[in-house]
């Protein structure tokens, strides 16, 4: 689908916005299918295994097209073109239920130009992908012998298709016809279909993609159970705070009928009783507090939403489908933003409404579209199918534009007008008061570094799964257990910010805006060096390409992720 061009007002607003969702669906689409007809087997892409990100185009490598009329593919979704899906037609015969014997379907002239791409694909272990019905396929190009002095390439797919009624359920494929590659010659491939009927049900044909025993191993079950342990012993040690420090307050309170103003005045006060009157002053750079504050906000609702639907659709099974979901909630979801942002920032007396309100919309985009349109840059000259088609970025910009930013307009206004007021429960001083000094351990640069602690130990088991499942070659589908972190998560994070400014204003220190927010956006400094363990032990990722891609994104979602935490 060719992008809309960008034009103001609510119509163009609900043209773009149809570009994240799935468009009208052909007859392939809806999976089903009469005797005889046409399937079509797409080749996706191909790249070295241990770097999943880094795919080309299929066709790349010097294979032949099959005989059959070409068919064009364009990106049903905003998702599939920023992830690099480059479906291009295989050229082989297939009809539904109509099995096909070995036959060749092309012919390789194989010179040296060839054989060195070939050499070079197999040294570095080149996999690649298929789709039949939104089925996917793996392949390996070839292998090499035990001295790696000779090389060999697959030649022949057999293809095994299993139908269910008049729907196609199952697909697998093995690689046979091992031929050695030698300059000047010619290399047939071919090809066969057997068809088989399935009991396995349409709805279930995903299943066996899925890795129950990874994803449901005791380890999984035991870090949930970990974190559980590590909620109740937070909000112990919080609830045991509240009520040492508060019980005297009230007991002190309702005397004070009884006191007169001198014994007020000579009353014990000391720790957080001192700054009563400074708590409540604006924090310093309100703009930049409200926006990140607002963008956490908006951030948090993105991901309960996104599991939401995905633990009620299988968003696995549509290419694409789990960021174009993302897309489309971010955009609806601005209106939070602009909400609590322009709220607190009204509350805090700040009078650049509009500055902020351009801030709070464009501070998460900005970050995404930046790292994302930097590592472009390296895509294109790697010649990759994830180079971002300049009518995407065209697309992600008039959605930033005529979408995002209106509606943060809308929430910004409403949360001026109805929760801009500040109602603190007591004045504020008009002279700050001196800080006194305090032990190392008070300052707050400490407890900013120590904060973040807690909430990575309570998340960092499914940091694991999921980056495997992003990062590696499984499908993540227990988003139940994503919703349990998360939530885990949110109360870790409370109590230990609750905690914090406890310490910090009992040192006599008013300035906890900024210190409660750092102590848990602190969150990603230690997600992201687990990033560099991860990177370094557990994967065999090589390359500028890769690691730059890697690095990239995971700054992005260790950002993202500090800031959803901040807000708390």
């Known amino acids: 689908m060719r992008p809309l061009p960008g034009a103001p007002g609510v119509a163009a607003a609900a043209a773009l916005l149809l570009l994240v969702l799935p468009l009208a669906r052909a007859d392939e689409h809806e999976h089903t299918y009469h005797d005889k007809e046409e399937v079509v087997l797409w080749m996706n892409t191909v790249g070295p295994y241990h770097n999943r990100q880094e795919t080309y185009k299929y066709f790349s490598l010097p294979f032949c097209v099959g005989s059959k009329r070409s068919i064009s593919h364009y990106h049903e979704t905003l998702g599939e073109a920023l992830q690099g899906v480059e479906l291009e037609f295989s050229g082989l015969d297939i009809k539904f239920k109509d099995d096909v014997m070995p036959a060749t379907y092309c012919e390789i002239d194989l010179d040296k130009e060839k054989r060195d791409a070939f050499v070079y694909a197999i040294k570095n272990h080149y996999w690649y992908q298929m789709y039949i019905d939104d089925l996917p396929i793996w392949g390996i190009v070839g292998e090499a012998d035990e001295n790696g002095e000779d090389y060999y390439l697959w030649t022949y797919k057999k293809l095994e298709i299993g139908f269910n009624g008049n729907r196609i359920v199952d697909v697998n494929l093995t690689s046979e016809g091992k031929v050695k590659l030698v300059p000047n010659t010619k290399i047939q491939m071919s090809y066969s279909v057997k068809w088989k009927k399935s009991d396995v049900k349409f709805e279930d044909r995903f299943d066996k993609y899925l890795d129950p025993s990874f994803f449901q191993h005791r380890i999984h079950w035991f870090s949930i159970f970990n974190s559980f342990m590590m909620v109740i012993f937070l909000v112990g040690l919080v609830s045991m705070i509240l009520m040492r420090t508060l019980r005297k307050d009230y007991a002190r309170y309702s005397k004070e009928e009884e006191m007169d103003d001198m014994d007020r005045d000579l009353g014990d006060e000391y720790g957080w009783k001192q700054v009563h009157g400074d708590v409540f002053r604006p924090s310093s750079h309100p703009l930049i507090f409200s926006s990140l504050i607002g963008s956490g906000c908006q951030i948090f609702a993105v991901s309960f939403i996104v599991i939401i639907v995905a633990m009620i659709e299988d968003l696995y099974t549509e290419r694409g489908s789990m960021l174009s979901t993302a897309i489309f909630v971010y955009a609806a979801t601005s209106p939070v933003n602009g909400y609590f942002g322009g709220s607190l920032y009204a509350r805090q007396g700040g009078r650049r409404w509009i500055k902020q309100m351009f801030i709070g919309a464009f501070l998460i985009p900005a970050m995404v579209c930046g790292t994302a349109f930097f590592i472009n840059f390296i895509a294109i000259y790697y010649h990759a199918s994830r180079a971002i088609p300049f009518g995407t ?23 001026r007008n109805l929760s801009g007021q500040p109602n603190f429960p007591c004045r504020v001083n008009a002279v700050p008061r001196p800080i006194p000094e305090k032990k190392w351990f008070m300052e707050p640069a400490v407890i900013v570094c120590l904060g973040g602690i807690l909430p990575f130990g309570s998340i960092f088991i499914e940091m694991y799964f999921i980056f495997t499942s992003f990062w590696a070659y499984k499908i993540y589908y227990v988003y139940g257990f994503m919703m349990l972190v ?51 032990f557990k994967t065999k990722m090589y390359g500028l390409f890769q690691t730059s891609f890697y690095f990239g994104y995971m700054a992005v979602f260790s950002t993202a992720l500090g800031i959803m935490c901040g807000k708390f």
């Open 486 to 536: 998360l939530v885990i998560l949110c109360i870790v994070t409370v109590c230990v910010t609750i905690v914090c400014t406890y310490f910090l204003l009992n040192a006599e220190d008013y300035r906890w805006q900024w210190t409660s927010f750092l102590s848990a956006a602190s969150t990603a400094i230690y997600v992201y060096m687990y990033s560099f363990y991860y990177y370094f």
């Open 393 to 415: 970025m065209v697309a992600v910009c008039c959605i930033c534009f005529f979408v995002i930013l209106p509606l943060n307009l809308v929430g910004t206004i409403l949360g």
